[in-house]
């Protein structure tokens, strides 16, 4: 387990945050431009000297190490990459300097497909290319606890596009604690186990993500794109419905048909706009999904006339958006036995 | 027109000339790199410090001269031990002009060296130390190297500059032919003489010659410093 308290009093801003974080596991500090959630990075990193810092990572006591010692590895918006070294020389500068060696070059150049960049010189690569050389450099230097400081940030769509998947694959085989920064939505979505919701220099609210995505008591639920996310498994293909099923919890998700193993994790964003709710369910009706399900919560978007449902399906707690009128009409309360429709076309599947 | 071949006394001349500004830039090289990193560091008193280093720009070369003399002169804080248990003189000798032009030189080559500190992103050093460099190891393996052209700017502008330092040569170096006579030093002396305009044109020449080169080789790692990425 990571905890980690830092405060640091700016002249016209205040941090004083206090987290836990699951080793290991992606935790993002989500919120806006603003929040605090550099500084906090800049000072477990050793960058910054905060007033007050504490970070515990498995029972050992990290502040007081130099911070070139601490081996919190750290991925810059930037990237800064040594321009007067190569890609290779890049990488090895951080495992150079370390003591024992257990993420290896073979493994980290395959995981980040960086095997054809070896030569290269930074400025010759592509925004993407130079931010996974930079993570591979980050975890060559052998860190105990990984910081991502919103390293898709600079990169236009496609090349975030890109970069996603290896940051997912990231996600799934490194036993490392990362913790990442972004202030986008869908980053935090793909990729969080757990998120730390910061605003204005403290935290509003912390937990899983599956659990922090439907709550509507936070500001999540309102965006516009607010979706719910389940965690699952691939349970089985239909390859003559051209579908496969997600199983997350005791619950099956129908999807269009995915080009992955049986019993591979699976993550499913389910947009809050995408989901309907009924009483009764028609019968022939194109939706593969009807789900029964209970109303934990409804919150309220007077600006939009639109009520935000938190159901809970049985595998998992989802985010229904729809507007206070239908919400009137349906007399929903919090435990009342409604239907769930979801598209499969709707799931996006990381 | 042609250029002028010169004698072998003018021979001597020039190659006195260039071997006292590389003696001087030597030596004066790895001060103005130390004082360099320290002057971008965050000392206590940088300003002071600062100031005493840019003295010998501000200073008339004379005053130079002679505070060398006081200090280093046989008879001097600096002068007496190194004579005394060294046998070793520097004032009106060869390695005393090259001191001289070092000392004149010395602010030239820290700005130059702290300008290509300056172009480097800070950014690269901190992500440096993520990666477990302690402080000397990120000066030798991100700072220095990547100051490179403005090292070699110091170079070169030291260089250039130490072929026309006049003032604190002779009155601390004295105007010693094929000790201590320096180009401007012989171009000077020629000029004392009834006749010995023609002499002082050559030399003249041959002066102007080696400072454009200088320039023009100092201006090109100029412009290497500025696009950095």
Redesign the interface.
């Known amino acids: 387990m990571l905890f980690v308290t830092v405060e640091n009093v700016f002249r016209n801003f205040t941090v004083a945050t206090s987290f836990q974080a699951p080793v290991p596991g992606i935790t993002v500090l989500f919120g806006p431009s603003g929040a605090g959630k550099s500084t906090v990075l800049a000072a477990m990193a050793g960058l910054l000297k905060p007033n007050h810092l504490d970070i515990e990572l498995n029972g050992e006591k990290l502040q007081r190490i130099p911070p070139h010692q601490r081996r919190i590895g750290m991925v810059f918006q930037d990237g800064r990459l040594f321009p007067h070294m190569t890609v290779k020389e890049n990488l090895l500068y951080g495992l150079k300097r370390a003591a024992q060696v257990k993420i290896y070059v073979d493994e980290t150049l395959a995981l980040l497909g960086l095997e054809n960049l070896l030569a290269r010189r930074p400025a010759t690569l592509s925004g993407g290319e130079r931010q996974r050389v930079a993570i591979g450099r980050a975890l060559l230097a052998q860190p105990r606890l990984l910081l991502m400081d919103e390293p898709l940030a600079s990169l236009d769509t496609p090349r975030r596009a890109e970069i996603m998947p290896y940051l997912t694959r990231l996600r799934d085989t490194l036993r490392l604690p990362i913790v990442y920064v972004t202030h986008a939505y869908d980053e935090m979505q793909q990729l969080a186990d757990h998120v730390v919701l910061m605003e204005a220099g403290r935290v509003l609210a912390a937990g899983p993500l599956a659990d922090m995505a439907a709550r509507v008591d936070l500001p999540l639920a309102a965006r516009d794109d607010a979706a719910g996310v389940l965690n699952g498994y691939l349970h089985s293909h239909e390859p003559e419905r051209r579908l496969s099923s997600i199983a997350c919890g005791g619950q099956i998700i129908l999807v269009p048909q995915q080009n992955i193993e049986p019993r591979m994790p699976v993550r499913l964003r389910i947009p809050a706009r995408e989901v309907i709710l009924a009483l009764d369910a028609p019968r022939e009706i194109s939706v593969n999904n009807v789900v029964p399900a209970t109303v934990c919560a409804i919150g309220r978007d007077e600006a939009a006339h639109a009520a935000l449902v938190e159901i809970d399906i049985g595998g998992g707690i989802l985010l229904a958006r729809i507007t206070l009128d239908a919400a009137e009409r349906l007399r929903l309360r919090p435990g009342s036995r409604v239907l769930a429709f979801i598209k499969s076309v709707s799931v996006e599947v990381t | 027109m042609s250029l002028p071949r010169p004698t072998p006394a003018e021979w001597q001349v020039i190659l006195l000339t260039l071997r006292v500004a590389g003696l001087a830039v030597a030596g004066a090289l790895p001060i103005s790199i130390i004082l360099a990193a320290l002057l971008s560091s965050r000392l206590p008193l940088r300003f002071l410090f600062n100031a005493i280093v840019h003295l010998p720009m501000a200073l008339p070369p004379v005053v130079t001269g002679w505070l060398l003399l006081i200090l280093c002169g046989v008879e001097g804080p600096v002068g007496a031990p190194l004579f005394n248990h060294f046998h070793i003189r520097l004032a009106f000798t060869t390695a005393g002009a090259a001191l001289a032009c070092g000392v004149m030189v010395l602010p030239l080559m820290v700005r130059a060296i702290r300008q290509g500190f300056d172009a480097t992103?800070p950014?690269?050093a901190?992500?440096?130390?993520?990666?477990?460099?302690?402080?000397l190891?990120r000066f030798f393996?991100?700072t220095l190297?990547?100051a490179?052209p403005g090292v070699l700017m110091a170079i070169t502008a030291g260089f250039t500059a130490s072929l026309g330092e006049f003032g604190a040569v002779i009155t601390f170096a004295a105007n010693i032919p094929g000790q201590t006579q320096t180009l401007p030093l012989a171009i000077y002396s020629a000029l004392q003489v009834p006749g010995g305009e023609a002499m002082a044109a050559r030399l003249a020449i041959f002066a102007i010659i080696l400072a454009l080169a200088g320039l023009i080789i100092s201006e090109r790692f100029a412009t290497r410093l500025r696009p950095?990425?």
Do not use: C, F, K, W
């Not at chain 2, 901190?126 to 402080?135: D, K, V």
């Open positions: 992103d950014g690269l901190q992500a440096a130390r993520t990666l477990g460099a302690g402080s190891d393996s991100i190297p990547l490179g950095h990425r």
